[in-house]
């Protein structure tokens, strides 16, 4: 069975069903993902078959956290630190309903993104920037649906970077290694102060031996006080709660 094929597999076995405009809009991001890796240091995966599973199917694995009605609906998700654009650009692939910001530090990333938002037609915006400025705009604070986030910091500092920009009643999902769970026991506190609750972990394995993963989903409940996020670096260097 070949890489995509695979992936059709192992979609449809956390219940998401692909069409064939998405599959092929999936194949032809990954064409754009190899080109633009030449020009700027996007991603170490390149092999088909591990970019597929690791990439391509890792990012879609949030929507068997979420309730299965939201892929339908109109929604808005704001994905902090994209990086090369998971698990954001999948999702708008797969759920074409749904408007997405990728959030990302790094000017050639966010450029290279904003070409491939262009090229797949995709309703989305690639936005350079640090998430403790951005989620201090009233443009994007309490805005979205839903916050996205995939190897960016530990749990503590994640929340406080992610969860200022979820509307009250929205969700935030952290995309998390076996480690997850240990950093959420340390994060736990933050995240009550930064208005999460409602915390669910979903533990899943990625096929062929590809690693373990720790989906993390927190609720809002309230709003962010307004002190967070704090300034530029402090969410790492001190962990709030901690």
Same mark, same amino acid.
């Given at each position: 069975?070949?890489?995509?094929?695979?992936?059709?597999?192992?979609?449809? =076995?956390? $219940?998401?069903?692909?069409? %064939?405009?998405?599959?092929?809009?999936?194949?032809?991001?990954?064409?754009?993902?190899?080109?633009? !890796?030449?020009?700027? !240091?996007?991603?170490?995966?390149?092999?088909?078959?591990?970019?597929?599973?690791?990439h391509f199917l890792d990012s879609l694995?949030?929507?068997?956290?979420?309730?299965?009605?939201?892929? +339908?609906?109109?929604?808005?998700?704001?994905?902090?630190?994209?990086?090369?654009?998971?698990? /954001?650009?999948?999702? #708008?692939?797969?759920?074409? !309903?749904?408007?997405?910001?990728?959030?990302?530090?790094?000017?050639?990333?966010?450029?290279?993104?904003?070409?491939?938002?262009?090229?797949?037609?995709?309703?989305?915006?690639?936005?350079?920037?640090? =998430? +403790?400025? *951005?989620?201090?705009?009233?443009?994007?604070?309490?805005?979205?649906?839903?916050?996205?986030?995939?190897?960016v910091a530990e749990m503590s500092a994640? %929340? +406080? #970077?992610?969860?200022?920009?979820?509307?009250?009643?929205?969700?935030?999902?952290?995309?998390? $290694?076996?480690? /997850?769970?240990? +950093?959420?026991?340390? =994060?736990?506190?933050?995240?009550?102060?930064?208005?999460?609750?409602?915390?669910?972990?979903?533990?899943?394995?990625?096929?062929?031996?590809?690693?373990?993963?720790?989906?993390?989903? *927190?609720?809002?409940?309230?709003?962010?006080?307004?002190?967070?996020?704090?300034?530029?670096?402090?969410? !790492?260097?001190?962990?709030?709660g901690q």
């Amino acid at each position: 069975m070949d890489a995509w094929q695979n992936l059709l597999s192992e979609a449809s =076995a956390i $219940g998401l069903e692909l069409d %064939s405009d998405a599959l092929a809009k999936l194949k032809r991001y990954y064409a754009l993902l190899i080109e633009g !890796n030449k020009k700027a !240091n996007l991603t170490r995966i390149t092999d088909e078959r591990e970019a597929v599973i690791k990439h391509f199917l890792d990012s879609l694995t949030v929507l068997s956290v979420l309730p299965r009605e939201l892929r +339908e609906r109109k929604l808005s998700f704001i994905d902090v630190g994209t990086g090369a654009g998971f698990p /954001g650009i999948p999702l #708008l692939i797969v759920c074409p !309903n749904w408007h997405g910001v990728l959030l990302d530090a790094t000017g050639k990333k966010v450029a290279f993104l904003a070409e491939s938002i262009q090229a797949l037609e995709l309703d989305g915006l690639a936005l350079h920037g640090r =998430a +403790e400025e *951005v989620a201090r705009d009233p443009a994007h604070r309490d805005r979205y649906d839903l916050a996205f986030a995939r190897a960016v910091a530990e749990m503590s500092a994640l %929340s +406080e #970077l992610c969860l200022p920009f979820v509307k009250v009643g929205g969700r935030f999902v952290a995309m998390k $290694g076996s480690a /997850g769970e240990t +950093e959420l026991a340390k =994060a736990r506190k933050a995240i009550k102060i930064l208005g999460g609750a409602g915390i669910e972990v979903h533990a899943l394995e990625l096929p062929e031996g590809m690693g373990e993963r720790r989906l993390i989903t *927190v609720s809002k409940a309230s709003a962010t006080p307004k002190a967070y996020p704090r300034r530029t670096g402090m969410p !790492n260097q001190q962990p709030l709660g901690q």
